[in-house]
């Protein structure tokens, strides 16, 4: 009896088949897709004049994508708010001539999350992104515009540590901080009295 040829899988087959069964087993999702809880519904995404529209964006898509309900402030249960934006660009080696052969991209943001209500979910935080890229002097424009587009990368990364954020926030979750946010001030009205 002879081996049918058509039954055997590729060598190459078997790695990528179980590769496949451990992304969808431990709950892979692509990027773009955090699963962000419905109980933040409505949010509204609050971005201080300092925030890079596009960063701004880049989080309201995210959520989007998620299938969290945008909207204005005033008719949101929750808002996540960001604030103190910075980028900081510094050389990170150096050539023999003393120019800068590298430079490191460095950007922060703090964010938290408040109820419409200011009972705190998430802590006041800050949240950071970071890339390195070669320079060459006799090539300043293709550099210039490999920076932009380094810093568009950044904005998502951020973006996407923003979303992760949020995760945790179920609805036990808030019921949880809301009680305890509800006891504490309990036990500073009665300290007062």
């Known amino acids: ?8 899988l590729h060598p190459k087959a078997i790695p990528v088949a179980l590769m ?29 004049s300092n925030i890079p529209e596009d960063l701004c964006n880049a989080v309201k898509d995210q959520l989007e994508l998620g299938d969290i309900t945008l909207v ?39 964010m938290d999350v408040v109820t419409s209500d ?5 802590a006041e935080v800050d949240v950071r992104s970071s890339e390195t890229y070669r320079y060459d002097e006799t090539n300043v424009l293709a550099k210039q515009r ?5 810093q568009e990368t950044l904005y998502q990364r951020l973006a996407q540590q923003i979303i992760f954020r949020l995760v945790p926030l179920t609805e036990s979750r808030i019921d949880v901080l809301r009680d305890a946010a509800e006891a504490e001030s309990k036990r500073a009205e009665e300290s007062t009295q």
């Open 1 to 8: 009896m002879t081996p049918d040829r058509s039954a055997k």
């Open 20 to 48: 496949a069964l451990y992304l969808t087993g431990c709950g892979f999702q692509l990027r773009g897709a955090p699963p962000v809880s419905d109980a933040l519904q409505p949010l509204a995404v609050v971005c201080a």
């Open 72 to 110: 204005s402030s005033e008719e949101a249960a929750y808002l996540l708010r960001l604030n103190d934006f910075s980028q900081q660009r510094r050389a990170s080696a150096i050539t023999l001539e003393a120019a800068a052969a590298e430079y490191d991209l460095r950007q922060t943001v703090t």
């Open 118 to 122: 200011q009972i705190p979910l998430v």
């Open 146 to 150: 490999e920076e932009r587009e380094l």
